[in-house]
């Protein structure tokens, strides 16, 4: 009865007594460990040059100050980020077999997580605006996206963003862990953390689904509504060329667009399962090392622009 005691959490008290957690990773045999982490480190190398290259692009090309390349190099920044918050721990838990995190960089890993996630959802918002608006409101185009604008919208969702991160952070650091602290994940996540803790996680869960349907689902739907113009706009082209044009930053977008959504939706949807499934490692993978790896590859090979990449890596300064 006293072992028992020892192991519940103080009565009144938000403490912990589950120091670390211990992350079981993607795979378990030491040979598969050797080849995952070859592939992650690739993919690590693939993003960070790729959407630094994008970020160089958009800052030295004059022709690319645009709101949309704004836009589109704070997404590259996010997508280093991202990767940034897991990948390098885990390829460094892959080199030393160490699978432990303490407690206090479980929940910071987790807060800058859904920080850099969640401003991901309100950029990609801002950039469906931005096309509604270039596609659909032409002559006021400049006048709405002033560089004002393009800052306060970054701001604004920079400032959601960190709500969102610091309320589920907050939130979980209300909950108790005395008992199991077995991860089965390669990071720290809330779904995986909610069923190891020893006090109800319910409030969480609905908090979980709550900003979640605020936010995310807002977001959405203004992306779905602002494409809606959008697709209406670009079929009353008659020109080829111009409905190409117009449909080539469009289509990358919608496509990047797809992807985000499509692993947070299904992450959502797992919630409150307590079977642990392969399926979402595979969706973390996706949040966190394959969207990120494929944005600029989406967005460069669909953006009639990309040749800006090559002019200024051979030293030609303007977009002729």
Request: hydrophobic letters at 50%; glycine letters at 6%.
């Amino acid at each position: 009865m006293s072992l028992q005691k020892l192991m519940e959490p103080e009565a009144g008290t938000n403490r912990t007594a589950v120091a670390e957690f211990i992350l079981l990773g993607l795979v378990q045999t030491e040979e598969t460990q050797s080849v995952v982490f070859v592939l992650l480190l690739f993919a690590y190398l693939v993003t960070i040059g790729g959407n630094l290259s994008i970020l160089a692009a958009v800052l030295v090309e004059p022709k690319l100050h645009t709101p949309m390349y704004f836009f589109l190099g704070n997404l590259s920044v996010l997508d280093v980020g991202c990767i940034t918050v897991t990948v390098p721990a885990i390829l460094d838990r892959l080199l030393s077999h160490q699978r432990t995190i303490s407690y206090d960089a479980c929940l910071s890993k987790l807060f800058f997580f859904h920080l850099l996630a969640g401003m991901d959802c309100f950029l990609l918002t801002t950039m469906a605006y931005d096309r509604f608006l270039a596609i659909c409101r032409p002559l006021t185009y400049s006048t709405r996206m002033s560089q004002t604008v393009q800052r306060m919208l970054v701001a604004v969702s920079w400032a959601c963003a960190f709500t969102s991160a610091l309320t589920h952070t907050v939130a979980m650091s209300a909950l108790s862990f005395c008992g199991p602290n077995e991860v089965s994940h390669f990071y720290c996540d809330l779904p995986q953390l909610f069923q190891l803790s020893c006090s109800s996680a319910q409030l969480n869960e609905l908090l979980l689904f709550a900003v979640g349907f605020i936010m995310a689902g807002a977001a959405l739907v203004l992306i779905v509504t602002s494409y809606s113009h959008v697709a209406a706009a670009v079929l009353r082209i008659r020109s080829v060329e111009g409905r190409k044009k117009a449909f080539s930053t469009w289509g990358s977008h919608l496509t990047v667009v797809c992807l985000f959504y499509g692993t947070g939706i299904f992450n959502h949807m797992r919630l409150g399962s307590e079977e642990a499934s392969n399926k979402d490692k595979g969706v973390g993978v996706f949040n966190t090392v394959i969207n990120s790896m494929l944005n600029p590859l989406i967005y460069s090979l669909r953006n009639p622009d990309v040749g800006a990449l090559w002019r200024i890596f051979l030293g030609r300064r303007s977009l002729t």
